[in-house]
């Protein structure tokens, strides 16, 4: 049986503060600093970015420059521009996810950018492409009319999706994102042959499934309660 | 216990209509191979995870991939010894029968699903596969519960669809 609560570190911690030429912004020359910091006022190192210069990030970043309890949870892995780090006189960040539409993420404090609102960039971005793929693969009947059905429950079902994400500490390893061909959202995460999977019906209920080996496998349906992230937390921590 | 119950009967077959005939034998198949392979082939974006920093990497395959839309059955090819530009050409002309693009497939083994062993049941049916003849025989898993019925039957679709694609590893591009 899987354990009741896992306790997934949910400190908040800022990693990335910036720093803009904001003169330059919508220029060509425009140049960024990201600092990857730990807290204590001085940077523990800095990336220089030119104009269209892109940077790759995984959670190394955070491990191997930050004093990470949780060392061995990736969550972060994906890469941002110098051009899609916008800044504004009011502090507010915007995050503009590659080719995806644009991502708007709450004001940061101080010009920093806090590492859940990175995760969020990350997993917004998986929602957007699962959302795409959807569009192309199953909104659509074969007369090319929008089939309303599938519509209606997508529609519902994110709400509830987009929900669940945010509630979730922000150090949960980001799950694989679907949206199945009736229009339900699926939160998947598997590590090998070991998968559990929870997916929002947009109806208060959620369906779930899990093999966790041949001892351990399952499925049922749960309400909407609180006590379900206690739940789908104690199952990741199965999963990894 | 085996989940699979093999309906033996002589299939039909697909014919391919451009040419090609890739169903001309009238030979059944009694009896599955444990170690018999099974092709499901993937044609739609939903159904895999992309890497966008290597177009060639082989990519971990969604749940959705084996959920059956609409219905209650999934359609495989048997696959065991074939050669593998054979089956990608197969895949090719399955993929056009369904106006889309090939993008790779998912080999399952027998055994592997066989091992699938819920705690609990929902459905009152077990999962069985419907066979054509080899070569390249089409066949269909069936039996999975119904998407319309209750939200239980759902739970226990994904259940197996989940299984499938636990045991089925990376997504073979074409």
């Known amino acids: 049986?899987?354990?009741?609560?896992?306790?997934?570190?949910?400190?908040?911690?800022?990693?990335?503060?910036?720093?803009?030429?904001?003169?330059?912004?919508?220029?060509?020359?425009?140049?960024?600093?990201?600092?990857?910091?730990?807290?204590?006022?001085?940077?523990?190192?800095?990336?220089?970015?030119?104009?269209?210069?892109?940077?790759?990030?995984?959670?190394?970043?955070?491990?191997?420059?930050?004093?990470?309890?949780?060392?061995?949870?990736?969550?972060?892995?994906?890469?941002?521009?110098?051009?899609?780090?916008?800044?504004?006189?009011?502090?507010?960040?915007?995050?503009?996810?590659?080719?995806?539409?644009m991502v708007i993420l709450p004001s940061t404090i101080d010009n920093y950018i806090w590492e859940d609102n990175l995760r969020f960039y990350a997993i917004s971005r998986k929602l957007q492409e699962a959302i795409s793929d959807f569009y192309e693969d199953y909104l659509y009947g074969p007369d090319g009319q929008q089939l309303p059905d599938r519509k209606g429950r997508f529609d519902a079902s994110y709400i509830e999706a987009e929900k669940m994400l945010k509630d979730l500490p922000h150090r949960t390893p980001i799950p694989e994102l679907v949206v199945e061909p009736n229009g339900e959202i699926g939160l998947e995460?598997?590590?090998?042959?070991?998968?559990?999977?929870?997916?929002?019906?947009?109806?208060?209920?959620?369906?779930?499934?899990?093999?966790?080996?041949?001892?351990?496998?399952?499925?049922?349906?749960?309400?909407?309660?609180?006590?379900?992230?206690?739940?789908?937390l104690g199952l990741i921590k199965e999963v990894n | 216990?085996?989940?699979?119950?093999?309906?033996?009967?002589?299939?039909?077959?697909?014919?391919?209509?451009?040419?090609?005939?890739?169903?001309?034998?009238?030979?059944?198949?009694?009896?599955?191979?444990?170690?018999?392979?099974?092709?499901?082939?993937?044609?739609?974006k939903s159904e895999y995870v992309k890497d966008s920093q290597n177009s060639e990497r082989y990519l971990d395959i969604k749940y959705t991939a084996f959920l059956p839309h609409p219905g209650t059955e999934i359609s495989v090819f048997r696959t065991s010894g074939v050669n593998s530009n054979l089956i990608g050409e197969l895949g090719k002309a399955v993929a056009k029968l369904r106006s889309r693009k090939l993008i790779g497939r998912a080999d399952l083994k027998i055994k592997d699903i066989s091992e699938l062993r819920p705690e609990q049941t929902t459905s009152d049916k077990q999962l069985g596969i419907k066979a054509g003849p080899l070569p390249f025989s089409h066949s269909n898993i069936l039996n999975f519960p119904d998407l319309n019925d209750t939200p239980q039957y759902k739970a226990q679709q994904k259940f197996y669809a989940l299984k499938m694609v636990s045991v089925a590893g990376k997504l073979i591009i074409a």
Not at chain 1, 30 to 42: A, D, L
Not at chain 1, 46 to 52: D, G, H, K, M, R
Not at chain 1, 199 to 212: F, H, P
Request: with cysteine; charged share 30%; proline share 4%.
């Open chain 2, 1 to 44: 216990m085996n989940i699979f119950r093999p309906i033996y009967e002589y299939g039909v077959g697909l014919i391919i209509k451009d040419g090609i005939e890739f169903f001309r034998t009238k030979k059944s198949i009694k009896r599955f191979n444990s170690k018999e392979i099974l092709s499901r082939f993937i044609t739609h």
């Open chain 1, 189 to 232: 995460w598997r590590k090998g042959k070991k998968g559990f999977l929870i997916s929002l019906q947009g109806e208060g209920l959620a369906t779930y499934a899990g093999y966790l080996g041949e001892s351990n496998q399952f499925y049922g349906v749960r309400g909407l309660e609180k006590s379900l992230n206690k739940f789908v």
């Open chain 1, 1 to 101: 049986m899987a354990p009741d609560l896992l306790e997934f570190p949910d400190q908040r911690r800022k990693i990335i503060p910036k720093v803009f030429d904001s003169a330059s912004i919508d220029s060509e020359d425009f140049n960024c600093v990201i600092v990857v910091e730990s807290g204590g006022g001085s940077p523990d190192l800095e990336f220089n970015l030119s104009a269209n210069e892109r940077w790759e990030f995984d959670d190394s970043i955070v491990e191997s420059n930050l004093d990470a309890p949780d060392k061995g949870f990736p969550t972060l892995e994906d890469s941002i521009s110098s051009n899609e780090l916008l800044g504004y006189d009011d502090g507010a960040l915007e995050i503009k996810p590659y080719g995806q539409g």
